[in-house]
């Protein structure tokens, strides 16, 4: 008897595990608040590390087609001085594909396929140990009863409190986004400051991080420690306030890097929250979590890659049809735990040094990870 299997979230993990269990020929439902999938932004440009998202993409048969989507020259990586002096400029091998670039709107695209996804389907609860399963109460006032329920719907997930207790809690570290169009032709010397990858620049406290996007987009962000109500006196809908609030904070800074923000037009502001590290709960039968809502942790380029990896696994877990699936789960929590353990550290490790006091303290950083 097949299982009755909602994901929680078409994100990453939840699209992953969604297109794993399809390849199965294993029916899942997919629940998504958004009311269609291009209801909002989806966000930058991620990078798809070989042994994580990469190899969850090959379990879904996408590796391929990834491939041809993705921007092997995305790898590369500059750093400049908060004088414009190029401090490092690292740059990838012709047939490096160890971390390429994708923007999220392409994967998502390319995870949804021939998924059949319920766009505007909001999650109120899930409870645990109904008579028939595991009961969902969606915001609409309904409810559907499913003998798994996945928690794939990231930070502020709603399938969480099913498990845990804990809630994200601010890091300390703020970041403000902008965005450029068409880079190439209405600001070429923008576009060569870019280059073909990121750029970044590490001041005390404070950095500013610039990374391409396909077609000319280009993603900028501002990134400074403040208290959370550090705009208390500042309209964040304003964009030329909020403009003149970032330049006076970066005051000094080398006029190249600080054009980008003359030509942002939209204002993002995204403080940065993560669960604790090393987050784990105790098993309750048919509901799980994967990606951001289980380990929430600092946007270093693990959260995407782990996110995938675990959605693809745990699929394969569930596909393969093992004669006890609980016990099966739970080890499989087991694995995710310790991996994502580890990973949570090093990126909380990373930002405190990427945004600190001591700004050559990032550039130890990346020459520790970049190839010498």
């Given amino acids: 008897m097949r299982r009755r299997i909602a994901v929680v979230g078409a994100g990453p993990a939840g699209l992953t595990f969604a297109r794993v269990l399809h390849r199965h020929d294993h029916p899942v439902t997919v629940l998504e608040r958004d009311a ?48 414009g002096t190029v ?5 990838p091998g012709p047939d490096d594909q160890a971390h390429p670039e994708i923007d999220r709107r392409q994967l998502r695209d390319l995870l949804l396929g021939p998924l059949d996804v319920q766009w505007g389907r909001a999650v109120k609860e899930v409870v645990p140990g109904a008579r028939d399963g595991v009961l969902i109460h969606f915001a609409d006032g309904r409810q559907e009863t499913f003998d798994l329920v996945i928690g794939a719907d990231g930070a502020w997930s709603r399938v969480r409190p099913a498990l845990s207790p804990a809630t994200p809690h601010y890091t300390g570290v703020t970041a403000v986004e902008t965005s450029l169009d068409d880079v190439d032709a209405r600001h070429p010397d923008l576009a060569r400051l870019v280059g073909d990858g990121s750029v970044a620049v590490y001041g005390v406290n404070r950095a500013f991080v610039v990374q391409r996007n ?35 904070l970066f005051d000094g800074w080398t006029a190249p890097v600080l054009e980008l923000l003359h030509y942002g037009s939209v204002f ?17 039968p048919g509901v799980t979590l994967l990606g951001d809502a289980a380990h929430l942790m600092p946007p270093l380029g693990a959260g995407a890659n782990l996110a995938m990896i675990e ?29 994502a353990g580890g990973w949570a550290k090093i990126t909380t490790d990373g930002l405190e040094r990427l945004v600190s006091p001591d700004p050559a303290e990032a550039l130890a950083l990346f020459d520790g990870v970049q190839p010498s």
């Fill in 87 to 91: 401090l490092r400029d690292w740059r």
């Fill in 268 to 284: 993002v502001h995204r403080p940065l929250y993560v669960l604790p590290v090393g987050h784990t709960w105790t098993h309750v």
């Fill in 311 to 339: 959605g693809a696994e745990l699929a394969e877990c569930i596909a393969t049809g093992p004669a006890d699936l609980d016990a099966a789960m739970r080890a499989f929590e087991e694995r995710m735990w310790a991996r």
């Fill in 36 to 83: 269609a999938p291009d209801a909002r932004p989806p966000g930058g440009t991620l990078d798809l590390q070989e042994k994580l998202g990469q190899r969850a993409l090959d379990k879904a048969g996408l590796l391929a087609e990834f491939r041809a989507l993705s921007r092997p020259e995305g790898q590369a990586m500059r750093i400049l001085d908060t004088d």
């Fill in 214 to 248: 396909s077609g000319g987009h280009v993603k900028v962000y501002a990134q400074f420690r403040a208290p959370l109500d550090w705009h208390a006196n500042l309209d964040l809908a304003d964009a030329e306030a909020v403009r003149s609030s970032l330049l006076a």
